[in-house]
């Protein structure tokens, strides 16, 4: 199974994701500026993966620093989320570790580390809940029959814990026998899908394609898959989904085709604060990413690149936002939402 994130005698153990899938290799996380470079810097990297990461991260400040009062901790917490703005997953386990202190500085690390781990323990359990929705959902409208599915970007294990939001609707249905195809985009520009979704398919020997984004007319006008899922980083009230630079452009072209477009995302994606995506702020990402490949540069010297790593997808274009709370299915509005993510 593959392990993103160990904690293991108080040190914090990421596999460097942006090493993947040539070589595995963990770098120690030891205090919290190392967590918040391991954010920023992609080591880790998935809307739920850096949520816990920060959660240990702050773990690590308080055994590094056990006279801090509410004021430090608040400190560290807001440093932590400026790490990466888009997913709400982060601000959203901070704030948890900070109310912890609120309650009481009493134990408080003994706390955090109970908390977090019981955190980490409850994604599996969850993922499951999601994927075995998702499930239902395709057999009301597909049938028994093997599926050809889609996603974009990587939502498995390695960006959410065991088994995954997305990737995890696919490798649940899989393990069933009840995929016949996986097209994973390949995401440009950080390559997510053809390094990272490639490599977790590879693992569970769930047969599949790496596509380029440019193929999503043919893929869809040529009827080759039936479903597609993807994860958020942040869904606000009225159910529009920030999720990776690409997603959009799929929800919008799988909508002309007919094809349903799911998104799968624990309540921790939810930012009931927001209340549409236009609130929502979108992360500008280093133009290098684009510029260059494998450490050389591929664009005219002269060149600039705009690099934003997420986009809106509009509720319109969604045919359903499945958490491990329920399915919320088309037309989506603040109302439908609500019911389900309150409940
Ligand atoms: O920039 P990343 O790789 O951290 O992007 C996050 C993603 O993998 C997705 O957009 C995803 O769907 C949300 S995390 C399951």
């Known amino acids: 199974m593959i392990k993103p994130l160990i904690w293991e005698n108080d040190i914090l153990k990421l596999i460097d ?32 993966l850096i949520g816990f990461t920060a959660l240990w991260g702050m773990v690590l400040d308080i055994k590094n620093n056990p006279n801090y009062g509410i004021d430090e901790i608040t400190k560290s917490a807001d440093y932590l989320k400026t790490a990466r703005p888009t997913a709400v997953n982060l601000a959203y386990e901070v704030d948890r570790a900070v109310d912890l202190a609120k309650d009481s500085l009493d134990t408080y690390e003994q706390r955090l580390r109970i908390f977090a781990q019981d955190q980490m323990d409850l994604l599996y359990e969850n993922n499951l809940t999601m994927a075995k929705i998702a499930q239902k959902d395709l057999e ?12 974009l970007c990587n939502t498995g294990a390695l960006a959410c814990g065991p088994m995954g939001t997305a990737l995890g609707v696919i490798s649940h249905l899989a393990s069933q026998g009840k995929v016949e195809m996986v097209y994973a985009s390949e995401t440009r520009p950080y390559l997510q899908g053809g390094r990272l979704t490639a490599y977790e ?27 597609i899922f993807i994860g958020a980083d942040r869904i606000v009230r009225n159910g529009d989904t920030a999720n990776k630079i690409g997603s ?9 085709y007919g094809v349903p477009f799911y998104v799968v995302a624990p309540t921790s994606s939810f930012d009931l604060d ?6 929502i702020e979108i992360e500008l990402r280093p133009e290098e990413e684009i510029l260059s490949a494998l450490d050389s540069r591929i664009a005219p010297k002269e060149s600039k690149a705009l690099n934003p790593s997420f986009d809106v997808t509009r509720a319109r274009n969604i045919a359903g936002i499945i958490c491990e709370k329920g399915l919320i299915q088309d037309p989506i509005s603040t109302e439908s939402l609500l019911k389900v993510v309150e409940s």
Request: glycine share 4%; with cysteine; charged share 30%.
């Open 17 to 48: 994701q942006r090493k993947l899938p040539l070589s595995e290799e963990y770098v120690d996380i030891t205090n919290l500026e190392e967590c918040f470079d391991s954010i920023k810097d992609m080591i880790v990297r998935g809307a739920p």
């Open 140 to 151: 009301s409208r597909f049938g028994d029959k093997k599926l050809r599915l889609m996603t």
């Open 201 to 227: 398919l590879c693992k569970e020997n769930i047969p599949h394609k790496i596509t380029v984004e440019g193929a999503f007319s043919y893929i869809l006008e040529n009827k080759l898959v039936d479903a």
């Open 248 to 256: 959009s452009t799929l929800a919008i072209v799988a909508k002309y």
């Open 274 to 279: 927001s209340r549409t995506g236009d609130e």
